[in-house]
């Protein structure tokens, strides 16, 4: 680590203003495996970015940031011309936030990448001082601790009177032909009897909830928003891309063998069927005028650790003029998080739901000139700190069509909430 930081420092003092290009990275790698939420935990810069990928080898993390983004379409534009990579998203009601960061971690195959990254465009000395002090940030790591705090509930925004009556409403709407299904969701808080740490708390549920992506955006040292998702918004290698509809849920218990029958229900059951092929309707529909050809696999079964979901592949080259402006705009948020059809489903989840979701199923990810990764922001968390005390405010939604029954669709929240609930001591 010491040989990559000095070697960073060298090739910052050496830069000479450079008029050729708008940003000059510096660029180191070694074989080794860094635990990067440890070094984020460390950290004071913000905004701090962290991603560990649900399917592949590759965990990325952030700080600071150099240019900011507040479109999306100006974002891939500056990712094309510049070929440099931005980290960030979409918030549920499709507020992007892109920036290119300062220093950038990749952990890929066990290979440390770590990228410095100087405007040209700016005052050369503030640019040099930042850029020095983001290296000596390789120099510090902080221990991950387990979770043991203890917290209580202070509050939910639905009861379950409220909850079964926002279905009611959202029943109605379908009956009425106004929409074919929309996804509500609660946000219940917490409070910790100590501060919660937020990269310890996503080192545990990276431990317990595996199978998911793993990803925390924090904008300054009091607020973090964490979480693990299943669900993939789409990954992207030049014109090929894969999305999914990832919707239709039973449980899982230790019990391998009701697991199994639970699998075989949720494989036979028509209302979790149509809540799964709405979202491949959405999709289709959304992307067809952007693609030469798309293909939706197979029905299958992801399991989790509190819950299991039908999912579907689907497989789409792009038209060669598109990229991840459009891909964004048209996927999120998909009918997994918003329903169908689109506006007026989320025109009615803005009238009802007392709450704003905010980054929850929104789209964190990273976008560069050839790739793309992007996950959905569900099974997420703020953590806010406040004094010797953490609050933590928990999501989960629920996918509602024709046939879903209040109760139940209460439950499914429940277990979808306990998959971060869990890590912690409930009083
Ligand atoms: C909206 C959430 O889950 C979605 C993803 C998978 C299954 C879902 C369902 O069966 O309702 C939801 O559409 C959430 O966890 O907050
Ligand atoms: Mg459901």
New binding site residues.
Partial sequence: MENLCSGLIKQIQAHKLSALSAITYFKSEMQLTVELLAWLKAQEMYPQFYLNYRDEPITIASLGKVRLFSDEKMAQQFVQQQDLPLVGGLTFSKQAKFWLPRLLLENIDNILHVTIYFDNEQDFVTEQHACLQAAKTLEKFTALQSVKQVVHKIGQKANTEVWTNWIEQGLAEIKQGHLSKV?L?NQTEFLSNQPIDAKDFLAESEQQNTGCYHFLLAEQAECAFVGS???RLYTRQGQHMQTEA????ATITDNPQYNQQQTDWLLNDRK?DH??RL?VQGICENLQPYVNHIAVCDVEVKQLRQ?Q??RRCIQAELKNNVADGVCLQTIHPS???SGLPQQSAVQFLQKTENFDRSW??GTLGIMRKLQAEFC?A???AFIEQQGEQSKIRI??????VAGSVPLL?WQ??ER??SSLLSLLTIE
Avoid: D, Q
């Fill in positions: 996804v969701a998702t299943p669900e990832l919707a239709g849920t979790n809540e799964n979202v819950v979901h039908l009918a997994a998080v929850y199923a959905v569900i099974r997420s999501f989960a939604g629920a996918g509602i669709e499914e929240i979808k909430a």
